[in-house]
């Protein structure tokens, strides 16, 4: 499993919101996505989960272009957008139920439970969506997206807003989710591309400016990354 | 297909987990229950009066009570199904729950359809309950049966129609005041386009009958079943379903 950014670009009018990003993310890999706010992150995102179609360029999920082959390329990602995407007047299990028929999970019990315990659920499962804690919701936020057990798994922000002893369990569950799949994490906090990626892709004013495995970086993440807005890597 | 009936279920489950469909059925029966009052009462003075003047006036149906009362009821229908059509799409859009519909391995179409399926699901609801009102002259009188049913198939396919039209006026709106504003004006629209057919004639008049559902409705109301009108009815939940499709991929666009 591959997924393959090349050139994107995302116009509005005479707006870009993205001009030239291109990166490649295998499987087993987490890839930070980084960028400053208004860089294009979110843009980029939706465009590989087909809720945008690109202006220019492509982008294939396992071999597939979301131009072409949108309903294939939905089949192989889960995505937790910036806000998770609940119904505030369900409860956990109804919500997840109704998102594992949404992506056709046959087992949807199983499927249900198994998000439920990866993600920690259990003492919330009842629960109506709109009266659970931000960390919570951003844990069914993430459940969600890995209901179907998908191939690559897409969060955009999953940590923002959250308290630190959150962050640090939102950390660990995408770590344990990186192992066999494709998983891009969007943020602009720069520890957290340290504690939990394997490669760094950093975007500026709609472009990518560094694609690099961690351990190939000449200087720390930090410097890079100012550097990199500066333009001068 | 599994996607749209997912869809339907949790709009469904949406509604009656609110406050929303309870309010409206409620208004609905409560509308119902005082309008078949009214009508029965008024058909039981005119028959008191006619039987006083000994012949002097014909003698009427009490079928008329149900034509009256769901004609009534079509009115009525124009203000309550834009209360259950405004958070169709606006309340996703606000949500986020929008990006999770468009990202999932379902097409557009499954999307639209499967929200009308719930949406008519709870109209039927409305109606079959509003509809036990003249069920009750059958035990108590001897009403004709047919016509009961053609008014129960008449309202049925104006409240599906209605619905159709406006879930596509609100698949075109961000906020819930919005979508719902613009179902109402559009429904009342269409409820009094054939107003000026007299007048105008011609053409242009029978245009107007014709794409009135108020009058498409009206001979069902009567007794009589036309496949006419349930052509117009069936195009009418199409042109509905096709608009809100095309909304929705538009969203993608813009």
Not at chain 2, 18 to 35: E, N, Q, R, V
Request: proline share 4%; charged share 20%; aromatic share 10%.
């Amino acid at each position: 499993m591959k997924l393959s950014v090349n050139n994107v670009a995302k116009r509005y009018g005479d707006f870009y919101a993205v001009s030239d990003v291109s990166f490649t993310a295998n499987q087993g890999e987490i890839v930070g996505f980084l960028g400053p706010n208004g860089a294009g992150k979110t843009s980029t995102l939706r465009m590989m989960v087909t809720y945008l179609p690109p202006s220019s360029g492509d982008i294939t999920v396992g071999g597939f272009s979301v131009r072409t082959k949108g309903d294939e390329v939905r089949k192989l990602i889960g995505y937790l957008p910036e806000t998770p995407p609940l119904y505030p007047e369900l409860t956990v299990k109804e919500y997840l139920s109704f998102v594992a028929r949404l992506k056709g999970v046959k087992d949807v019990k199983e499927a249900v439970e198994r998000a439920i315990g990866k993600c920690f659920l259990e003492e919330v499962t009842n629960k109506l969506c709109g009266y659970l804690s931000k960390g919570f919701k951003q844990r069914v936020g993430i459940a969600q997206a890995i209901i179907h057990d998908p191939e690559v798994v897409i969060l955009d922000e999953p940590t923002s807003g959250l308290d630190p002893k959150q962050i640090i369990e939102i950390r660990e569950l995408i770590k344990s989710l990186g192992k066999g799949k494709v998983v891009v994490l969007s943020t602009h906090i720069l520890p957290e591309v340290s504690m939990v990626c394997d490669k760094v892709v950093i975007i500026n004013k709609g472009k990518t400016v560094v694609e690099k495995k961690l351990t190939e970086l000449e200087k720390s993440l930090e410097e890079t990354f100012l550097e990199s807005l500066r333009g001068d890597v | 297909m599994k996607g749209v009936l997912a869809i339907a279920r949790r709009e469904i489950l949406s509604y009656f987990v609110s406050p929303i469909a309870y309010l409206a059925i409620t208004g609905f029966l409560l509308l119902g229950g005082y309008f078949f009052f009214w009508y029965l009462a008024e058909f039981n003075t005119y028959l008191f009066r006619s039987q006083q003047m000994m012949g002097g006036v014909q003698s009427i149906s009490l079928n008329q009570i149900v034509e009256a009362y769901y004609r009534t009821l079509s009115l009525v229908l124009v203000f309550l199904v834009p209360l259950l059509t405004m958070r169709l799409f606006a309340e996703e859009k606000r949500n986020g729950t929008f990006e999770l519909l468009i990202t999932s391995p379902v097409s557009v179409f499954s999307i639209v359809l499967g929200k009308f399926l719930g949406l008519a699901a709870t109209l039927l609801i409305m109606v079959i309950l509003v509809s036990t009102f003249p069920s009750f002259l059958i035990f108590y009188a001897n009403p004709e049966i047919p016509p009961i049913f053609s008014g129960f198939l008449g309202i049925s396919l104006l409240a599906l129609g209605f619905g159709a039209v406006a879930m596509a006026v609100a698949s075109f709106a961000e906020n819930q005041v919005v979508a719902g504003t613009a179902g109402l004006v559009t429904l009342l629209l269409f409820y009094v386009i054939s107003a000026p057919a007299e007048n105008v004639g011609g053409v242009l008049g029978e245009t107007l009958r014709y794409i009135s559902p108020i009058d498409q409705s009206d001979e069902m109301m009567k007794g009589v079943i036309s496949l006419k009108s349930i052509i117009y009815f069936l195009s009418l939940i199409s042109l509905g379903l096709f608009l809100s499709f095309r909304s929705v991929e538009l969203e993608r666009y813009r």
